[in-house]
């Protein structure tokens, strides 16, 4: 089964923008969404501008809250005409400044990435499945309603909470309010953020909490499963039934519920799982392996495609193949589930976290297939190099933007072809030395 090493689908990255916490085992791994990068990292000293005199420092530190300060009144003007009322605004903006500790963190996030199985490694790590398990034990009351209640399982909500803030450890300290109003007024995504700002007002509006208890991460999603102010307002759920959805309390009742009333709006399907690790016969066609194609788990086993027991899987509706590492590595059947959990983070590797760490709570092993650990991610340059590359060969990706998506994959899979290689889209850096 599949045991040569193919040139090949993009190596499945993550980002390892979150710096890891001090004497923080298992803190919460955060993929970046598929098709997102983060931005290159300077990695020449000589590069680097000379850091200013603490008085020129001060003198721009100054400038900025000026600027920022008029940005806020300008601001205030659309927060109203939003429903946001004046008094909460003015409440919600006593005392908050420009935040330059956010603003090195959205611009400094790395480029270099995980392989997938290095994500897996920490995310679904003996530890985390450890505390999980515990989890589940200390709050098995809670979680038993609220899954009779929306009809997620009470492992993969456990196991969000455990990948988002490793079971309510590290859930962020943060001001909300004073973060999101600095990406908003000088980050990347000032539109996205703003939104976000609007959200969170309307938040500290609806009475669910005050302003200086919103705190989160840098980037604005708050309490122990790492909702963002817009997804709040739209999904979050009072489960205690105090009036108020507290996702921010100790007691993380009405986050677990509001994670499961969101996998539930979004079709959560009770009883289906999120995928099936299976074996793919050498002899298999990996242009199948595809999200655009879907078979039974039985159409599937007749072209060889079965559970790692040698048996067909059974038909819980339409699957389709995910190779996270190609050719090599472990393969799966993936089923509507999948993409319900897509809807927290698009990233694969975090799906596949999740899904997988909610098998491990279940009582199930670890992943049985080996995966190519000799092998490494490409950086954001390599993969613009590989693009650039595989177009002078005829194979055009339509663009250079270091993202590999369908066009990208596409390309790489008609270079193999035409190199008597295994077809599977995989952008490894066995590929780009052959390109090179």
Known sequence: MRSIRALTLVSLMVTTAAPALAQAPDASPRPAARGEQAAPAVSDVSEVSPEPAPEDGNMRLSTMNLDFRRWIDTFRGRALAQGVDPDTFDQSFEGVQYNTD?????????????????????????????????????????????????????????????????????????????????????????????????????????????????????????????????????????????????????????????????????????????????????????TLASRDVTRQPSEWAEMGIVGMDGQPVEDHGEASVLLPAGAEGAAFLIFDNFGVIERYNTADAYVIGVGHLSDRLAGDGPLKAEWPRDDRSLTFAERKEMQRRLTEEGFDTKGVDGKVGPLTIRAIRGFQRSAGFVPDGYASLTLLDRLR
């Open 102 to 286: 956010v603003i090195q963190r959205d611009r400094n996030q790395s480029e270099f990435t995980k392989t997938i199985w290095e994500y897996l490694d920490s995310a679904v790590s003996e530890s985390r499945v450890e505390n999980g398990r515990a989890a589940l034990d200390e709050y098995a009351d809670t979680l038993d309603a609220i899954e009779a209640r929306y009809g997620v399982e009470k492992e993969v909500v456990a196991a969000i909470w455990g990948l988002e803030s490793a079971y309510g450890s590290y859930r962020g300290d943060t001001p909300i309010i004073e973060a999101l109003a600095t990406l908003a007024h000088d980050g990347r995504r000032g539109r996205f953020f703003e939104a976000q700002l609007v959200a969170a007002l309307k938040i500290v509006q609806n009475g669910d909490t005050a302003p200086g208890n919103m705190t989160g991460s840098w980037a604005g999603a708050m309490g122990h499963t790492q909702f963002i102010p817009t997804s709040y307002l739209t999904y979050a759920v009072d489960f205690t039934g105090d009036g108020k959805r507290n996702v921010w309390s100790e007691d993380p009742t009405d986050a677990l519920a509001s994670t499961a009333a969101y996998l539930a709006r979004f079709g959560w399907e009770t009883g289906q799982p999120w995928g099936v690790e299976v074996q793919v016969p050498d002899s298999f066609d990996y």
